[in-house]
């Protein structure tokens, strides 16, 4: 079993920064990859971000160069640099991580984070 516990969200003004947090616990053998969804409000939840144990790192189009993933392998956490914020970036965002354990490969969900940004 894995646990996420996300932090970082918040209100924040257009072109404004948020840096979102997501530190994984229990037991496994890896994770991988990371990344981060969003479920803006009326629509499905989408990718963000997501990256693997050798950085190797994708982006939705509509946060490409603006959002930074990045993780931290010894301490099994991912972050999330959201820079340039938009309105249409409001939405609650969830970190998901794909874990290993012996045979078994399952995903997880955080709870999710509040992010509003506002005009």
């Known amino acids: 079993q894995v646990q996420l516990v996300e932090s970082g969200g918040g209100l924040v003004q257009a072109g404004g920064s948020l840096r979102l947090s997501c530190a994984a616990s229990?037991?496994?053998?890896?994770?991988?990859?990371m990344g981060w969804y969003r479920q803006r409000p009326g629509k499905q939840r989408e990718l963000v971000a997501d990256?693997?144990?050798?950085?190797?790192?994708t982006y939705a189009d509509s946060v490409k160069g603006r959002f930074t993933i990045s993780r931290d392998n010894a301490k099994n956490t991912v972050y999330l640099q959201m820079n340039s914020l938009k309105p249409e970036d409001t939405a609650v965002y969830y970190c998901?991580?794909?874990?290993?354990?012996?045979?078994?490969?399952?995903?997880?969900w955080g709870q999710g984070t509040q992010v509003t940004v506002s005009s």
């Open positions: 998901r991580a794909t874990a290993v354990s012996g045979t078994a490969v399952s995903n997880y």
């Open positions: 229990g037991s496994f053998f890896s994770i991988n990859p």
């Open positions: 990256i693997t144990s050798r950085d190797t790192t």
